[in-house]
C-alpha cells in the first residue's frame, strides 16, 4: 500500500504571495492532518481534515486555511506569505477521526518564503 | 524533510549498546504517549506508544517507559544500530482531540561506530 504523498516536496516563494500544497493520504484513510515544522517552534499541528470537515484546529491565523476533497486528498493554502513561514509543511493520514490509531505522515513539502 | 536540527539535544551511543532518550512532558490529561523517529529527508515515524494508564511497553528493540508522577517519558533502544541515528520526538494526544499530536523538541541521536 502506498504511503501518503506530498506535492512538491520544494517550494520557493516571496513574500506576499499564497502557496496551495497538496497531500493524497493512504488509500482508505479518510483523516489528513497538516504539522509546521520550524527550528524554533518544531512540530506544530495546524488543522485536521475528516469526511471533506475540519474537526480540529491549531493555533495558526487565518491565513493558513486547508479542505479536503470527496477521495480524502486534502490541501492546505497559505495567504499572503511572510519570511516566518518558511518551513516543513507535514501531511499525516489515520483511517478515522477521533481515535488512537497511529497516524503516518508523507515526507513533507519544504517551503521557503523570501 | 530534514528534521529540526539547529539547537536539538544530542545523544551520542557506542554501536551496540543501549540508548536511553528522555522526555518531559506538561500536561497532565494526555490519554497517550508516541515516540516518532525523523530521519534526514523523510516525515516522523512511528515507533511506540503508551496509553496513560501502563507504565511499561515494550516493541521490537524499543521500550517505552512512563512516569507520570514525574511527568516524563522515556525510550530505551536495545543495541543501537547505525540505521537508528535520527531525531527522536516524543509526543502526546487525548482522547478528546485525538488527531492533534503535540510534540516535544525532539533529540538527535548520533552512533558511534
Known amino acids: 500500500k502506498a504511503g501518503v504523498t506530498q506535492t512538491p516536496r520544494y517550494l520557493i516563494k516571496t513574500r506576499g504571495q499564497q502557496v496551495t500544497l497538496s497531500c493524497s493520504p493512504i488509500?482508505?484513510?479518510?483523516?489528513v492532518s497538516w504539522y509546521q515544522q520550524t527550528p524554533g517552534q518544531g512540530l506544530q499541528f495546524l488543522f485536521e481534515?475528516?469526511?471533506?470537515?475540519?474537526?480540529n484546529k491549531g493555533n495558526f491565523p487565518g491565513r493558513f486555511s486547508g479542505r479536503q476533497f470527496s477521495n480524502s486528498r486534502s490541501e492546505m493554502n497559505v495567504s499572503t506569505l511572510e519570511l516566518g513561514d518558511s518551513a516543513l509543511y507535514l501531511c499525516?493520514?489515520?483511517?478515522?477521526?477521533?481515535?488512537?490509531?497511529?497516524?503516518?505522515f508523507g515526507p513533507g513539502t519544504r517551503l521557503l518564503v523570501l | 524533510g530534514e528534521s529540526v536540527g539547529l539547537h536539538l539535544p544530542t545523544l551520542s551511543v557506542q554501536e551496540g549498546d543501549n540508548s536511553i532518550i528522555n522526555c518531559a512532558y506538561s500536561?497532565?490529561?494526555?490519554?497517550?504517549f508516541i515516540w516518532y523517529k525523523q530521519e534526514s529527508g523523510k516525515g516522523p515515524q512511528f515507533i511506540i506508544d503508551?496509553?496513560?494508564?501502563?507504565d511499561k511497553r515494550q516493541g521490537q528493540r524499543v521500550t517505552v517507559l512512563l512516569n507520570k508522577t514525574v511527568k516524563h517519558l522515556s525510550l530505551q533502544i536495545a543495541a543501537t544500530q547505525p540505521g537508528d541515528s535520527a531525531v527522536y520526538f516524543c509526543?502526546?494526544?487525548?482522547?478528546?482531540?485525538?488527531?492533534?499530536?503535540?510534540f516535544g523538541s525532539g533529540t538527535r541521536l548520533s552512533i558511534r561506530p
Open positions: 499525516a493520514s489515520s483511517p478515522q477521526t477521533g481515535t488512537s490509531e497511529t497516524q503516518y
Open positions: 488509500s482508505g484513510h479518510r483523516s
Open positions: 481534515y475528516f469526511s471533506e470537515t475540519q474537526r
Open positions: 500536561n497532565s490529561a494526555s490519554d497517550y
Open positions: 503508551i496509553r496513560s494508564n501502563m
Open positions: 509526543a502526546e494526544r487525548t482522547y478528546s482531540s485525538a488527531s492533534k499530536i503535540i
